[in-house]
């Protein structure tokens, strides 16, 4: 593809390959990842970062494909992603919302979503995205102190108010971090070790993946946006509220979007409740099976902040 640089694949598995960047990646300011690169500590088995990884597996759930993409370097050596989309599809269609938003690209106005970088379309039924390649944020043992777990909520409550504002829906528990590991990290240790490296800058997190997302008109009220109960099931459903458990025959995918990150909220930080009392508050509000009483995305960053 002309102006990007695939990563060469290095190490095959059942669930994919890892992948290794052709060069140093260079750092870059905002909306661009920092990352932690030795290269001498890579060998040739799988010890890069899972966010390397080529996804070509599929849901046992479902038994549809949930994600193709690669990773790559554009011309100045900047770590990206490149997916396949569909043309005219639900995704395609917010992609080509998100494109016309100079705001994601602001770092005093990012809004804490993925912003697509370039949408290239080709000669046949579609396209392909190049989007940020920022990691997946490791959340046990992660936040050292009490703004910092503060300013998280804030920013995916920012996140998903942002995208409820432009009638976009999504799966709440896709999460990134504006910053790469090209070692592993999954253990309290290696947590900290990540954590440290960040301290020199500011950390970012922003809500991504629009697979199973739907776009509404930009006109239509949030509270007439509906959507056929079948589909309250997708994405990652431990975290939903029991919307549609009653027979109901369609849903408030807003409504279930917040409920769904307060679920999120509520497994990982319930035991902090105690320490921050306003959280309790804020989780009962976004998680209330009182759909009527929940919070709307802008109503919980509003208390939150």
Not at 192 to 204: E, K, S, T
Not at 243 to 264: I, T, W
Not at 266 to 274: G, I, Y
Not at 285 to 293: A, P, W
Request: aromatic letters at 12%; charged letters at 15%; proline letters at 7%.
């Amino acid at each position: 593809m002309k102006g990007y640089t695939l990563y060469p694949r290095q190490v095959r598995s059942s669930s994919g390959c890892f992948d290794q960047p052709v060069s140093t990646p260079l750092y870059q300011a905002h909306p661009y990842a920092c990352f932690l690169y030795n290269k001498s500590q890579l060998t040739g088995t799988a010890s890069c970062s899972v966010c390397f990884k080529l996804w070509r597996g599929h849901s046992e759930t479902y038994n549809l494909v949930q994600a193709l993409f690669c990773f790559s370097q554009d011309e100045l050596n900047r770590n990206v992603a490149i997916g396949v989309v569909a043309n005219d599809s639900q995704e395609h269609r917010i992609f080509k919302n998100l494109l016309d938003c100079p705001e994601l690209l602001d770092p005093d106005t990012f809004p804490c979503v993925i912003p697509p970088l370039q949408i290239i379309s080709t000669c046949h039924s579609f396209s392909f995205v190049v989007m940020l390649c920022w990691s997946h944020v490791v959340l046990a043992y992660w936040f050292s102190n009490v703004g910092e777990l503060l300013f998280f909520i804030s920013s995916m409550l920012r996140g998903l108010s942002f995208l409820h504002s432009r009638r976009i829906d999504i799966s709440t528990s896709n999460i990134l971090l504006n910053f790469l590991d090209y070692n592993n990290f999954v253990n309290h240790e290696g947590a900290a070790q990540l954590r440290a490296g960040l301290l020199p800058m500011q950390a970012c997190y922003c809500l991504f993946d629009f697979n199973l997302s739907v776009i509404f008109p930009p006109d239509m009220p949030l509270e007439d946006c509906r959507l056929p109960s079948d589909l309250a099931g997708q994405g990652a459903p431990w975290f939903h509220p029991p919307d549609v458990l009653q027979g109901e025959l369609d849903y408030d995918p807003f409504a279930l979007d917040v409920g769904c990150m307060g679920n999120v909220f509520s497994s990982e930080f319930e035991v902090l409740v105690p320490l921050i009392p306003r959280l309790g508050p804020l989780f009962d509000r976004m998680t209330t099976h009182n759909i009527r009483d929940r919070f709307t995305a802008a109503q919980a960053l509003e208390f939150c902040e």
